[in-house]
């Protein structure tokens, strides 16, 4: 069983900062991509940012220059720093990562259960 636990969300005043932190726990063997993503309510589910076990990051358009993404591997942890945050970041952040279990040889894509980020004008 693998398990990704979010945290770090809450109400923000426009202008302000977040850094939300998602742990990978469970039957690990290793972990290549893990990333960010978002949804508002009557919202497309969007890509925030992704990070590769090297260290090569993208982000999405609408928030590059604002926010960050880091992980530590030996924590199996992956991080999102938002800063400059606007009224439209306002959604449930989702953390995902592309994990091997112990004694299997293919990759699988697990979520974790979200939290919500909201930011107020």
């Known amino acids: 069983q693998v398990q990704l636990v979010e945290s770090g969300g809450g109400l923000v005043q426009a202008g302000g900062s977040l850094k939300l932190s998602c742990a990978a726990s469970?039957?690990?063997?290793?972990?290549?991509?893990m990333g960010w993503y978002r949804q508002a309510p009557g919202k497309q589910r969007e890509l925030v940012a992704s990070?590769?076990?090297?260290?090569?990051?993208n982000y999405a358009d609408s928030v590059k220059g604002r926010v960050t993404i880091s992980r530590d591997n030996d924590k199996n942890t992956v991080y999102l720093q938002m800063n400059s945050l606007r009224p439209e970041d306002t959604a449930v952040y989702y953390c995902?990562?592309?994990?091997?279990?112990?004694?299997?040889?293919?990759?699988?894509?697990?979520w974790g259960q979200g939290t919500q980020v909201t930011v107020s004008s």
């Open positions: 995902t990562a592309t994990v091997r279990k112990l004694g299997n040889l293919k990759f699988s894509a697990y």
């Open positions: 990070i590769v076990s090297g260290g090569s990051s």
């Open positions: 469970g039957s690990i063997g290793s972990i290549s991509a």
